[in-house]
């Protein structure tokens, strides 16, 4: 069976850009591409003519939407894709939740910024509001101005916690680097109290109470009986610990050793660092200079 894949498209070249990563990790025998497009009727009237919001024909505007739509279906169509295109109003982030789960998508693909183009999307917006609310996993891509065909993916890093939360991304790291013969690099960041933040004011029996080689210690025997999987699943495995704020040491890593690619998990709280995953996640897609594919981990029943 294809898995299928949403992308939203405005209309701008910034929101196309997702689409030079799709075919990277997404080939035609093995994928069925939707595209997305949701219109504002409020943003036509607020860009356009703001003072006469109820005379305002935006006919015009819906037209282009749809040849545009239809430009893009074919283009992909033509490169042997099996693609469908669904143009959508109202909110956008809200609509491209609602489809991906109307149309039993199993990806969505989407770059987390650009303001240009037909619907006028604020795509940043968009992007963390999809982020947060989508149940399917999230594949984000960080537009540059000047746009690189991009690189094979060769490494993917895959940070973890310690946790059966974080380590649900591994399945899908372990597909990618299957079908791209790419490195996972496992990564924990031990972490201190002063990086926590308020949500463990007032706990008690801390990690912190171990001390820091110990913890590195722990760290390294979690990473490398994770690798041990890995390479008994023929992929070939490095294993990084690094101590400070998680999302810094994730993004420090990516440019250190050109990493393609990351998986995470969007949550987790417990394990050896008790890193938040949510807000680490969101950190991670605003630093890091490579693609992030975000898996929403389902709650396990763990051991405390």
């Keep these: 069976m294809k898995r299928k894949i949403l992308i939203p498209l405005d209309g701008s070249p910034f929101a196309e850009r997702v689409l030079a990563f799709v075919r990277e990790v ?64 109202g909110d956008v982030a809200s609509t491209i939740c609602d489809v991906a789960d109307a149309q039993n998508v199993d990806l969505i693909a989407m770059t987390t910024h650009g303001r240009s183009g037909i619907a006028k999307w604020v795509l940043g917006s968009v992007a963390d509001r999809v982020m947060r609310s989508a149940r399917q996993p999230v594949f984000l891509v960080r537009p540059q101005e000047e746009m690189t065909p991009p690189a094979p993916i ?29 490195e996972i690099w496992l ?14 004011a007032g706990m008690h029996a801390l990690p912190a109470l171990i001390s820091t080689e110990e913890q590195e210690a722990a760290a390294r025997a979690y990473l490398l009986q994770m690798a041990a999987g890995l390479t008994a699943e023929q992929i070939s495995a490095q294993i990084v610990v690094t101590t400070g704020h998680a999302a810094s040491a994730i993004s420090d890593v990516v440019t250190d050793n050109d990493i393609d690619l990351i998986v995470m998990s969007t949550h987790g709280r417990s394990g050896l660092s008790r890193w938040v995953f949510g807000s680490v996640a969101e950190k991670v897609v605003r630093l890091a200079q490579c693609p992030v594919l975000l898996i929403r981990a389902q709650e396990t029943t763990e051991a405390t």
């Design 26 to 89: 997404a080939k035609p025998q093995t994928s069925e591409l939707l595209l997305v497009h949701v219109t504002q009727a409020s943003q036509y009237y607020a860009v356009l003519v703001p003072d006469a919001m109820h005379t305002v024909d935006i006919t015009h505007w819906q037209q282009q939407a749809e040849n545009y739509m239809k430009r893009m279906t074919a283009e992909l169509q033509s490169e042997g894709y099996d693609v469908t295109s669904v143009m959508s109003e």
């Design 154 to 182: 060769r490494r993917i890093l895959v940070p973890l916690d310690g946790s059966r939360l974080a380590e649900q991304a591994l399945p899908e790291a372990i597909t990618l680097a299957k079908a791209n013969r790419s």
């Design 187 to 200: 990564l924990q960041s031990v972490e201190f109290p002063e990086y926590w933040g308020e949500e463990y």
